[in-house]
């Protein structure tokens, strides 16, 4: 049982690459989120999945897109990278948000983009 | 939106002493989890607690809905127990909100 996993751990890339993070959970767990860490910032929601073919926007959508085609699977794309971008990515699931049930995170994705 | 405060924003202690961490909310909750992140970057669910009190071994949690705040006690500190504290809360919706963290720093 692998729980919540990232790939990639780190990345660097050039202004205006295009990367996807692919996040991964072993829980059967519905809901899923991508967040993103900017240094001493607490975490923000990106985007969000309720579900298998479902996806919504979080706090900081813009310049960023996600799949979720399947349950186990919620992938994070950037199409076109900017400096702001620059981050740790965190993954986490969870059974149900309003249910007596924790989130479990990724280890992170740090992304540098130059 | 809701919105989550946290204090204080950093704290140093030295090792074997007590400190609480409070938590502040703008809007009723059906979920409030407090998180540990260690200096490795790793979050860790401590608790699951939208009201009442939690302990478990050095901490304890306690949090009151109707005056919207939780407290997170740390007793005994120790060096391990060094990161930042978040505090994440559902105004039953979908999403986590987080707070901005407590950076905590115990010293040997």
């Known amino acids: 049982n692998a729980g919540v996993t990232q790939t990639p751990k780190f990345r660097v890339l050039k202004t205006g690459q295009s990367m996807t993070l692919l996040c991964a959970q072993d829980?059967?767990?519905?809901?899923m989120y991508w967040y993103r860490q900017d240094p001493g910032m607490g975490l923000r929601l990106i985007h969000y999945?309720?579900?298998?073919?479902?996806?919504a926007k979080g706090e900081v959508p813009d310049g960023y897109n996600v799949s979720r085609l399947k349950k186990q699977n919620f992938l994070l794309g950037l199409e076109s990278a900017a400096p702001s971008q620059t981050s740790v990515y965190f993954c986490?699931?969870?059974?149900?948000?309003?249910?007596?049930?924790?989130?479990?995170f990724g280890p992170g994705t740090r992304l540098t983009v130059l | 939106g809701i919105q989550v405060e946290q204090s204080p924003p950093d704290l140093i202690l030295q090792e074997g002493a007590n400190s609480t961490l409070r938590c502040n909310f703008s809007?009723?909750?059906?979920?409030l989890q407090w998180f540990h992140q260690n200096p490795w970057g790793q979050l860790i669910n401590l608790f699951y607690?939208?009201?009442g009190t939690k302990q478990n071994g050095r901490l304890s949690a306690t949090t009151v809905a109707t005056e919207r705040y939780s407290l997170l006690y740390i007793s005994s500190s120790q060096t391990t127990d060094s990161g930042v504290y978040f505090c994440?809360?559902?105004?039953?919706?979908?999403?986590?909100?987080f707070g901005p963290g407590t950076r905590l720093s115990v010293l040997p």
């Open positions: 829980m059967n767990h519905e809901y």
């Open positions: 607690i939208p009201s």
């Open positions: 809007d009723s909750v059906n979920n």
């Open positions: 986490a699931s969870t059974e149900s948000p309003g249910l007596a049930d924790t989130q479990y």
């Open positions: 999945s309720v579900g298998e073919g479902t996806t």
């Open positions: 994440a809360v559902v105004n039953y919706g979908q999403n986590f909100v």
